[in-house]
């Protein structure tokens, strides 16, 4: 008896050198931040083992303003990040590795544009240099973040060495309750086992609420998997997986795609497979959360008051508290809906999907925004499609700025960031501090409940508006 994750593991082992596994690896996505990667190859003279495995993105450092992304690269002001952007599209020509790049119809985030492609898939070992590589795991194969080091290691050979994760099987049963989401089950989790909570583990999200959400859903939730402190997420494939992969740009085709599907078939953790811990989640429980500290474990109910340290007795907490309660100039006891905020930013690889984008349009057509809120799409296939919707018009009726394809004020690496002390309602992934800006205080939450923040100014419980996720 078998996890899904052991399946995958074991399929994939090339060598073991005491507690260390050679691992051989299907997939890797870089993006603008690998030149450190090419530096090493050329200056060791050293090939890319397998240029058809390596996929680029731009997504990280180019910008979103539509005027600045009309003028070209040598528009980018900053000559550093321009240099990024302009290294990736030569090493890319240069070993023929596919890139998804400025003016391609297919550039976006890699954790959005990836699985659009089909390049997440199943059964596999995908490996990402950006630690929320993760979020492909919702396919049902082992996916995780790499450094600069592993990532030139899997360029040159396609392998890497690992240590094996323990397995943490998190159940979610039941049904979720008008204006809940994916985005507030995984804060949900979060905040129950805690930032480190998943340290030393690869997590299986299983159960009917799981087994029930989307593919896009099951995206967000494995997206935050390292939030916990997890090597991985994992969710089984079912039918839900094959119907969003079929005729994919990468996915297998015809009689390939049978044998790959009979294969897939197999890889569901076996019903008595034994996993080293489960912890369990009563989906009804869960009610729409925002964080209000300065790591995604600090998250409540939207519904609940910033909590007081002095009621902490844990003391290494209770210090903690008081540190981000100082960072983000918030008082004890006051209610979460009390929080202003400065501007609203719908982005990100957790929460940018053609799903949330219709969710905080959902909200924004009800009203007009009274700060400063951006919607960024993932990719610019969501892009397209949300405009053939008209989701665009209703973020421009309403006072959205609407914005092309990429990391955006996620990252804050392309000129898209928080000025000191500005509070920002947030779809992101990470709220630590100066994430979003040096000084920038972030409120982690739904795309829904940043848009209704962007129409009331404040923290709001998105049920008030009545509108349906």
Same mark, same amino acid.
């Given at each position: 008896?078998?996890?899904?994750?052991?399946?995958?593991?074991?399929?994939?082992?090339?060598?073991?050198?005491?507690?260390?596994?050679?691992?051989?690896?299907?997939?890797?996505?870089?993006?603008?931040?690998?030149?450190?990667?090419?530096?090493?190859?050329?200056?060791?003279?050293?090939?890319?083992?397998?240029?058809?495995?390596?996929?680029?993105?731009?997504?990280?450092?180019?910008?979103?303003?539509?005027?600045?992304?009309?003028?070209?690269?040598?528009?980018?002001?900053?000559?550093?990040?321009?240099?990024?952007?302009?290294?990736?599209?030569?090493?890319?020509?240069?070993?023929?590795?596919?890139?998804?790049?400025?003016?391609?119809?297919?550039?976006?985030?890699?954790?959005?544009?990836?699985?659009?492609?089909?390049?997440?898939?199943?059964?596999?070992?995908?490996?990402?240099?950006?630690?929320?590589?993760?979020?492909?795991?919702?396919?049902?194969?082992?996916?995780?973040?790499?450094?600069?080091?592993?990532?030139?290691?899997?360029?040159?050979?396609?392998?890497?060495?690992?240590?094996?994760?323990?397995?943490?099987?998190?159940?979610?049963?039941?049904?979720?309750?008008?204006?809940?989401?994916?985005?507030?089950?995984?804060?949900?989790?979060?905040?129950?086992?805690?930032?480190?909570?998943?340290?030393?583990?690869?997590?299986?999200?299983?159960?009917?609420?799981?087994?029930?959400?989307?593919?896009?859903?099951?995206?967000?939730?494995?997206?935050?998997?390292?939030?916990?402190?997890?090597?991985?997420?994992?969710?089984?494939?079912?039918?839900?997986?094959?119907?969003?992969?079929?005729?994919?740009?990468?996915?297998?085709?015809?009689?390939?795609?049978?044998?790959?599907?009979?294969?897939?078939?197999?890889?569901?953790?076996?019903?008595?497979?034994?996993?080293?811990?489960?912890?369990?989640?009563?989906?009804?429980?869960?009610?729409?959360?925002?964080?209000?500290?300065?790591?995604?474990?600090?998250?409540?109910?939207?519904?609940?008051?910033?909590?007081?340290?002095?009621?902490?007795?844990?003391?290494?907490?209770?210090?903690?508290?008081?540190?981000?309660?100082?960072?983000?100039?918030?008082?004890?006891?006051?209610?979460?809906?009390?929080?202003?905020?400065? %501007?609203?930013?719908? *982005?990100?690889? =957790?929460?940018?999907?053609?799903?949330?984008?219709? $969710? &905080? /349009? !959902?909200?924004?057509?009800?009203?007009?925004?009274?700060?400063?809120?951006?919607?960024?799409?993932?990719?610019?296939?969501?892009?397209?499609?949300?405009?053939?919707?008209?989701?665009?018009?209703?973020?421009?009726?309403?006072?959205?700025?609407?914005?092309?394809?990429?990391?955006?004020?996620?990252?804050?690496?392309?000129?898209?960031?928080?000025?000191?002390?500005?509070?920002?309602?947030?779809?992101?992934?990470?709220?630590?501090?100066? %994430?979003?800006?040096? *000084?920038?205080? =972030?409120?982690?939450?739904?795309?829904?409940?940043? $848009? &209704? /923040? !962007?129409?009331?100014?404040?923290?709001?419980?998105?049920?008030?508006?009545?509108?349906?996720?």
């Amino acid at each position: 008896m078998k996890t899904l994750f052991d399946k995958v593991w074991d399929g994939h082992v090339v060598a073991q050198e005491e507690d260390e596994t050679l691992l051989y690896v299907d997939r890797c996505l870089i993006h603008e931040g690998s030149r450190h990667t090419f530096d090493t190859l050329h200056e060791r003279g050293l090939p890319v083992a397998h240029p058809e495995k390596i996929f680029a993105f731009s997504d990280h450092y180019i910008p979103t303003d539509p005027q600045a992304r009309a003028r070209g690269v040598a528009s980018i002001a900053d000559a550093d990040i321009r240099n990024m952007v302009e290294l990736l599209i030569r090493n890319t020509d240069e070993y023929k590795i596919a890139r998804f790049g400025w003016g391609d119809a297919r550039q976006g985030i890699l954790h959005v544009a990836g699985p659009e492609l089909g390049i997440s898939q199943p059964g596999i070992v995908l490996v990402g240099a950006d630690s929320h590589t993760s979020t492909h795991g919702a396919f049902g194969n082992i996916s995780f973040g790499i450094g600069a080091s592993e990532t030139t290691h899997v360029v040159a050979t396609q392998t890497i060495w690992q240590r094996r994760p323990g397995t943490l099987r998190i159940k979610i049963d039941g049904a979720l309750g008008f204006g809940v989401t994916a985005k507030d089950v995984i804060l949900a989790i979060i905040a129950k086992i805690g930032i480190g909570g998943a340290i030393g583990y690869a997590i299986e999200y299983a159960g009917s609420t799981v087994k029930g959400m989307s593919m896009n859903e099951r995206m967000t939730v494995c997206n935050m998997s390292i939030e916990a402190g997890g090597k991985a997420g994992l969710i089984a494939p079912d039918d839900t997986t094959y119907e969003f992969l079929a005729g994919r740009p990468f996915a297998p085709k015809g009689k390939a795609w049978d044998e790959a599907l009979r294969y897939w078939r197999t890889l569901p953790s076996d019903p008595d497979a034994k996993f080293t811990k489960d912890v369990a989640l009563d989906a009804a429980k869960v009610v729409p959360m925002v964080t209000w500290g300065t790591n995604p474990e600090q998250s409540l109910p939207i519904t609940e008051r910033v909590p007081d340290p002095a009621q902490e007795p844990d003391a290494e907490r209770r210090t903690e508290y008081n540190k981000a309660l100082s960072y983000m100039d918030l008082r004890p006891g006051m209610a979460l809906t009390d929080i202003a905020v400065d %501007r609203v930013f719908i *982005g990100s690889c =957790t929460n940018s999907r053609i799903d949330d984008i219709r $969710a &905080a /349009a !959902a909200v924004a057509k009800l009203g007009r925004a009274v700060v400063p809120a951006w919607v960024v799409p993932g990719s610019e296939s969501v892009k397209r499609q949300a405009e053939a919707e008209g989701l665009d018009r209703i973020f421009a009726d309403a006072g959205f700025e609407w914005r092309d394809a990429g990391c955006s004020l996620c990252t804050a690496l392309n000129g898209d960031q928080l000025k000191p002390g500005e509070r920002c309602g947030s779809t992101s992934n990470r709220n630590f501090q100066g %994430r979003q800006g040096p *000084g920038g205080r =972030t409120h982690l939450m739904s795309p829904a409940m940043a $848009a &209704a /923040a !962007a129409l009331r100014g404040h923290l709001v419980d998105v049920r008030e508006f009545g509108a349906r996720k």
